[in-house]
C-alpha cells in the first residue's frame, strides 16, 4: 500500500513538473512570438486603432492599404530580385569560407595552428572601423559592385569556432586515419568523408548566413549607389522615407497630414511582415538540422 502511495505520490509530482514546465515555455512563446503576431495585426488594421489600444489580439477596422503601398512601388520586384541573389551567393560564399578555414583549424596537427586562431579571434575585438574599411573597398574597386557585400566580411569569425568545435569533437579521428590509409588526400577526406557528415552544422550556418545577407541594408547603402542594385530592405527603407517626407510635406494641407501619415504608419508595419516573410517560410525546412547542428557545434567534449 506503502509503495503504491509512494508510486502515485511520484507520478503526481512529474505531471505536476510536466505542466509547470509546459507553462513556462507558453509564457516564453508569448513573449518571444508575440511582437511579430502584434505587426501582422497592426499592418491589417486601422493604424488610429492601432494607437487606441483595440488590436491587442485580433485586427481593427481591416485594412490591405499598407500592403498596397508597398507593393506599388515598381522597386520592390527588383528588391526582392536582388536580395535573392545577394542572400544566395552570399551564403554560398560565406559558408564555403567557414568550411576552408574551420577544417584546417579543428586538425590538431596543423602548424601554426594557434597563431592562426589568434589571428582569427583578434578580429572580433578589433576592427578598423566603417571610414578605412570604406577606403579598401574603393581603393580595391568595389564600390557600386556586389561583391562588396561579401568580401570584406567573408568570414565571420564566431560561425568559424562554431565549426571548427564541431569538427574537432564529431568527426572521429579514427575515420580520417583510416580514409588516408587508403590513400585519401586530405582534399579528398574534406569532400567526401567531412562534408558528408556534417550536413547538419552546414544547415545551422546557412540558416545564420541567409539572415544575415537578407535583412542586411547598411552594407549596401554604404556600398551600392545606383537604385537598381539595392536590396529589398534598402528598397522598403526608401519607400518608408518618401512617404515620411509626403506626410511632413503635407502638413500644410488641411486633412492632408492626416490621410498621409496614417498610411505612413500602415507601410511601416506592413515593411516589416514583408521583410520578415520570406525567412520565416524558409525556417521551419530547416529547424531539425538546425538544432541538431547548434547543439554539436556548441559543446566542446
Known amino acids: 500500500m506503502a509503495k503504491r502511495k509512494s508510486g502515485e505520490l511520484h507520478g503526481f509530482s512529474e505531471r505536476t513538473s510536466d505542466i509547470v514546465l509546459v507553462v513556462i515555455c507558453a509564457i516564453f512563446l508569448f513573449l518571444v512570438a508575440y511582437p511579430l503576431f502584434y505587426v501582422l495585426v497592426a499592418s491589417i488594421s486601422n493604424p488610429y486603432d492601432v494607437y487606441a489600444g483595440k488590436t491587442f489580439l485580433f485586427p481593427s477596422g481591416f485594412t490591405l492599404d499598407g500592403y498596397k503601398a508597398v507593393f506599388a512601388d515598381s522597386s520592390i520586384l527588383t528588391g526582392y530580385i536582388n536580395s535573392i541573389k545577394y542572400t544566395v551567393i552570399g551564403t554560398v560564399f560565406s559558408v564555403t569560407m567557414l568550411y576552408l578555414t574551420a577544417y584546417p583549424l579543428s586538425i590538431q596537427e596543423l ?175 530547416v529547424q531539425k538540422y538546425f538544432e541538431k547542428g547548434m547543439m554539436a557545434g556548441a559543446v566542446k567534449g
Do not use: H
Open 111 to 285: 602548424p601554426g595552428r594557434k597563431f592562426f586562431s589568434l589571428f582569427f579571434i583578434f578580429t572580433m575585438y578589433f576592427g578598423g572601423g566603417l571610414v578605412p574599411t570604406y577606403l579598401i573597398v574603393k581603393q580595391t574597386g568595389l564600390i557600386n559592385n556586389m561583391w562588396a557585400l561579401f568580401l570584406p566580411g567573408g568570414v565571420a569569425v564566431g560561425n568559424m569556432i562554431i565549426v571548427r568545435n564541431f569538427f574537432q569533437n564529431s568527426i572521429p579521428k579514427e575515420l580520417i586515419e583510416a580514409a588516408e590509409i587508403d590513400g585519401a588526400s586530405k582534399f579528398r577526406i574534406f569532400l567526401q568523408v567531412v562534408i558528408p557528415l556534417s550536413m547538419s552544422m552546414m544547415a545551422v550556418m546557412v540558416v545564420f548566413s541567409m539572415v544575415a545577407y537578407w535583412n542586411d541594408w547598411f552594407t549596401a547603402l554604404i556600398y551600392l549607389t545606383g537604385p537598381e542594385k539595392a536590396p529589398l530592405p534598402l528598397v522598403l527603407r526608401n519607400i518608408l522615407i518618401r512617404s515620411s517626407a509626403s506626410a511632413a510635406q503635407a502638413s500644410t494641407i488641411s486633412g492632408g497630414y492626416a490621410e498621409l501619415n496614417k498610411l505612413t504608419e500602415m507601410i511601416k508595419f506592413s515593411s516589416i511582415i514583408v521583410a520578415a516573410a520570406p525567412m520565416l517560410i524558409i525556417y521551419p525546412f
